[in-house]
C-alpha cells in the first residue's frame, strides 16, 4: 500500500509495517496528527482496500483499563473483541489517542476523583468544567479515505460517533454493537452512558 497524496495538511501518513501477534500477521499503519501532536494508528490483517461495508472499530485510547487492567469500564474489552474480530474476519480498528473522551488523562484522573466523591461521570466532567464528550474523528476520517474503503460498519454503541462521521461524509452502511457485559465496578459507568449520553446499551438497572 503506498503513501498517500497529502489532501490535508492537518494530517500525515508515517509508515506501515507489520507485525508478528498470536493472532497472525497485524498490519499497522500509523499516521500524525499535526493539530494536536496525536499518532493514531490503523490495525489491519487482511487489506481492506476497496471494501464495501467493510466492519470498521474507530476506537478511543484507554490507558486505565488497557494498560492498568481497570475495571471501571468497557474499552479493554472492546478493543480486545474488535481485533479479534479482524483477525478471523476482513476489518480495521482505527485506534486514537483520545484518552477520557478527549480531555486528556490527567484529567479523566481528576475525573474519577470525582466519581469517588459520588457524582456519575457525566455529573463529574460538567463539575470540572470538561465536555460530557469532546473527541473529534477527522483524522479518522482521512485514515479510511487513505485506506481506500468505500463504506463501513461501524463497530459502536455511540450514536455521537456514527453523527460525527457521517458529518466528515464517511459512508457508513450500518452498525454493529459491541456488546460487553458490565461487572459490579463498570455498571453504573454503563449505565449513565445509556441513559445520559444515548449510548445503545443494554444495562439493566438491577445487576
Known sequence: MNAPSQ????????AQSKIPTSKGNMFVRAYRNRVDGTEPVA????DPRNEQELPVRVHDACFTSEVLGSQKCDCR??????????????GVVIYLQQE?????LANKIAVYSKQEEGLDTVEANRVLHFPDDAREYGIAAYM??????????????????????RELNVNIV?????????????????QTKQE????????ISDT
Do not use: C, W
Not at 43 to 46: C, D, R
Open 144 to 165: 479510511l479515505e487513505d485506506l481506500e474503503i468505500q463504506s463501513i460498519s461501524l463497530m459502536t454503541n455511540n450514536p455521537r460517533k456514527i453523527e460525527k462521521l
Open 100 to 104: 477520557g473522551r478527549g480531555i486528556g
Open 43 to 46: 490495525i489491519f490483517f487482511q
Open 196 to 203: 445520559k449520553m444515548g449510548h445503545l446499551l443494554k444495562v
Open 7 to 14: 489532501k490535508n495538511t492537518d494530517f500525515e501518513f508515517v
Open 174 to 190: 450500518s452498525r454493529s454493537a459491541v456488546h460487553i457485559p458490565p461487572n459490579p465496578h463498570s455498571h453504573g459507568y454503563l
Open 77 to 90: 474489552e472492546q478493543l480486545d473483541y474488535a481485533i479479534d474480530y479482524i483477525a478471523q474476519n476482513k
